[in-house]
């Protein structure tokens, strides 16, 4: 059966990662959303185009595979300031958590619900795996 569909989102989460020339590794990870029309929120209007949201992490490992530093940004939200707001807050509550162990049950006791940012926290969760 053949049925026509039309494009209303896109979601791409792309992850790089480097080797540094310290011995330690960065990992990143990037959220972006678009719709190819114009969506009018109490914000204002994200164009068709324009990401309704633009985040990125990125942590820096050890071999061990621990978290020795962390940052985050949103570039693009549609109600800020709210996820931008919590962007900093991820560094102080990752640094020191290990990616293999407990490291999903950390991220969400620390992250989870209003403390952090929903889709910067889901993106988070697949580092791990990246790793």
Known sequence: MNVSREPVHTRRVAFECYRRADGLWDIEGRLDDVKPFDVELSSGVV???QSMHDMWLRL???GAMRIVD???ATDAMPYPPACGEVAPDYRAALIGLDLGRGFRRAVLDR???VAGCTHMTEMLLQFPTVA
């Open 47 to 49: 164009r068709a185009g």
């Open 60 to 62: 820096t490992i050890d």
């Open 70 to 72: 962390a940052a985050a």
């Open 111 to 113: 992250l989870g619900g």
